[in-house]
Structure formats: C-alpha cells, structure tokens
C-alpha cells in the first residue's frame, strides 16, 4: 500500500478475489501461479487463503 492509495490497494484486492471466485479462468490461473511462485506481494498473499480454492 506504499506505492498505492489504499482506494487503489482495495480495488486490487477486490480483483483478485474476484477473479479467484471465477474459477478456473486464465486471471485465475495467473494469481495463483503467482501466488505458488512467491511474486505477489507477502501482504497480499497473506490475504488469501489457497485451501479454499
């Protein structure tokens, strides 16, 4: 949130969820590759919960 206005920061976050609550879609896919490779943020990552998907 240093380089983001929380606005913006919230706005990611909603995003994200929201391309997670899809499914099995190519924004999914890219988050949680993401998430398994350590190149999304610890503060964010530490947001979502990857048993739930």
Same mark, same amino acid.
């Given at each position: 949130m240093d380089n983001? @206005? $929380?606005a913006d920061a919230e706005a990611q976050d909603h995003r994200? %969820?929201?391309a997670l609550a899809q @499914? =099995?879609?190519l924004d999914a896919k890219i988050i949680l590759l993401s998430?398994?490779?350590g190149l999304i $943020?610890? %503060?964010i990552a530490d947001r979502i919960d990857? %048993? =739930?998907l």
């Amino acid at each position: 949130m240093d380089n983001n @206005g $929380a606005a913006d920061a919230e706005a990611q976050d909603h995003r994200v %969820e929201a391309a997670l609550a899809q @499914g =099995d879609t190519l924004d999914a896919k890219i988050i949680l590759l993401s998430l398994h490779s350590g190149l999304i $943020a610890p %503060e964010i990552a530490d947001r979502i919960d990857i %048993e =739930d998907l």
